[in-house]
């Protein structure tokens, strides 16, 4: 009986050490597939993060550019401004330039017109 009892122990320890086995064995593929999820998942979110930093370094670039030509835009409407402006003052220049030429002829001619006169009643006394 004693030898069946041991027989008996040691097949339950067996199965015992079997079933154990097996459950580790299971854990570890459990662990396995759970570290494939992650090098998966981090892949994937390198990948994303490659994509945004693309995508994030392109838009930087089109609004840069978009920058760079509004300023272009700006210079060259201030220039176009102020050309009109010097233009608009050399205009008003020319026009009181002109205005002053007449007034001296005016003046030239009325002080003739005064000569003539007094020479007129002078000779008329």
Known sequence: KEKEKKSENIQKE????????????????????????????NSNNSS???????????????????????????NQKEKEDENNEEDEENEEMKKKEEIYRRSERLRAYLSQKETELKLFFFFLN
């Open 14 to 41: 067996k199965e015992k050490d079997v079933e154990e086995e097996s459950i580790s064995e299971k854990d570890n593929e459990s662990e396995k597939e759970q570290e494939k999820e992650k090098e998966e998942t």
């Open 48 to 74: 994303k993060n490659k994509r945004n930093t693309s995508t994030k370094e392109k838009s930087s670039k089109r609004t840069e550019e978009i920058a760079k030509k509004t300023r272009l835009q700006i």
